[in-house]
């Protein structure tokens, strides 16, 4: 079992950075990837950004050039930094984590709020 528990979100002005973290404890040594997705209300939920074990990354055509993830080599953090933020990003944020088995995880949720 992995546990997430993700951590950094808030209100921002458009044009404003935050940075997510989540805290990843358990069985990290099965994660071969993780990821952050967010869900919008009344949308369903995307992905945002993943890293994998051997350090790719792939971004949504939404946030490439804004938004950078990043791991620390034991998993036991996952971060996603949020450049020149946009109304449109307002979303509660999930990180995810995918075991060489398959098994997936989830976190509770960040709330991430751009005003205009």
């Known amino acids: 079992q992995v546990q997430l528990v993700e951590s950094g979100g808030g209100l921002v002005q458009a044009g404003g950075s935050l940075r997510l973290s989540c805290a990843a404890s358990?069985?990290?040594?099965?994660?071969?990837?993780m990821g952050w997705f967010r869900q919008a209300p009344g949308k369903e939920r995307e992905l945002v950004a993943g890293i994998s074990s051997g350090g790719s990354t792939n971004y949504a055509d939404s946030v490439k050039g804004r938004f950078t993830i990043s791991r620390d080599n034991a998993w036991n953090t996952v971060y996603l930094q949020m450049n020149s933020l946009k109304p449109e990003d307002t979303a509660v944020y999930y990180c995810?984590?995918?075991?060489?088995?398959?098994?997936?995880?989830w976190g509770q949720g960040t709330q991430v709020t751009v005003s205009s």
């Open positions: 995810n984590a995918v075991s060489a088995r398959n098994n997936v995880y």
């Open positions: 358990g069985s990290t040594f099965s994660i071969v990837h």
